[in-house]
């Protein structure tokens, strides 16, 4: 993969979520950049295994002292979406994870003499909520929300974002799509695909909006380079412009890796077993990268052949 600029002076960034799948990579991505990297982290001692002592560990925002100059703020931090099933409790963690820390950190700017001018902050298409598998209506950054409880903490945690432009920061939500690399939710997607075994999940006709993570991290550059008096809307969909089926997509990965893709997985024991957060997977979204498309960005992977491609055929 090409190197990946950011910015054409040097940026001091602080990263929330650096330990992550994303945030690993942007770390690495803005290093190799020459760009200096603040993360902040519950676990100090994972972050300098995995960022290789080259980043400043924090675990606290008042670490940074109130005259320290900070450029950018990229907002990555909130608890795994996926995996236990949504009680009151685990919403209640999902929540304090992004909104309540978004806040935080928004606050921690007010404090701050030198503000930053920019802070990039990471969302969800979950914004949008679930579609219908006859709805072809494309999702552009202006469509709305839906009362589910996916969609209100999209809402809720941008709403918390957006409240730093009270202080003079530039604040931008990254509504990510599924983000296709070696982490995350794609090496366990491929697994059954792998072993001959992959297929529709469910009816397979529900819409698959993606992205290619070297895009996402490119779609970040893009919004930190542009010059500060640019005119830039407050929402970009982070989405490859193709949106294929699930079906679609499984078929996809088996071509590259010469497997079949014809055993299905029912709906029933996947909602059995993931309860109310089962539609994610069930139910899809047709959202389209409007905004950044419209300023002339031009992705690497935009189809899912050439995602799959690049990420199973190396």
């Known amino acids: ?11 001091q960034v602080l ?5 992550g799948f994303i945030g690993q990579l942007l770390v690495q991505a803005l290093l190799a950049d ?5 993360a902040l982290t519950r676990n100090p001692k994972k972050a300098a295994r ?7 560990s924090i675990t606290r925002l008042d670490e940074i002292a109130p005259t320290e100059q900070i450029d950018v703020v990229i907002n990555l931090a909130g608890a795994r979406i996926l995996g236990p099933r949504w009680t009151a409790a685990r919403k209640q963690i999902l929540h304090d994870s992004r909104v309540a820390f978004t806040e935080k950190l928004v606050d921690w700017m007010a404090c701050m003499q030198h503000k930053p001018r920019l802070m990039l902050s990471a969302s969800a298409i979950g914004y949008y909520g ?11 950054e202006d469509a709305p929300s839906q009362p589910i409880f996916m969609s ?10 957006q409240s730093a432009r009270r202080y003079g920061v530039e604040a ?16 366990m997607m491929a697994l059954p695909i792998k072993l001959g075994l992959g297929g529709p999940l469910g009816s397979g006709r529900q819409t698959l909006s993606w992205i290619h993570v070297h895009d996402l991290l490119r779609g970040i550059a893009h919004l930190m380079s542009r010059p500060d008096t640019a005119s830039r809307q407050a929402v970009y969909n982070f989405t490859a412009p193709e949106q294929p089926t699930q079906a679609q997509f499984s078929q996809a990965a088996a071509h590259q ?5 014809f055993f299905p997985t029912p709906a029933m024991p996947v909602r059995f077993l993931l309860g109310e957060q089962a539609d994610l997977l069930l139910k899809g979204q047709r959202v389209a990268p409007r905004a950044l498309l419209k300023e002339g960005f031009v992705f690497d992977y935009p189809t899912v052949e050439t995602a799959m491609a690049a990420l199973l055929l190396r």
């Open 172 to 187: 931008i939500c990254m509504r990510f799509g599924l983000v296709l690399g070696d982490g995350g939710a794609f090496p």
């Open 152 to 161: 209100q903490l999209c809402r809720d945690w941008e709403h918390a974002t």
């Open 257 to 261: 890796l010469g497997r079949p893709s």
């Open 34 to 38: 020459g760009h200096a990297v603040t």
């Open 130 to 140: 679930v579609q219908a598998e006859d709805d072809l209506t494309v999702l552009n």
């Open 1 to 11: 993969m090409t190197a990946i600029h950011f910015h054409d002076q040097r940026q």
């Open 50 to 56: 995995v960022l290789k002592g080259a980043v400043r």
């Open 15 to 19: 990263v929330t979520g650096a330990t």
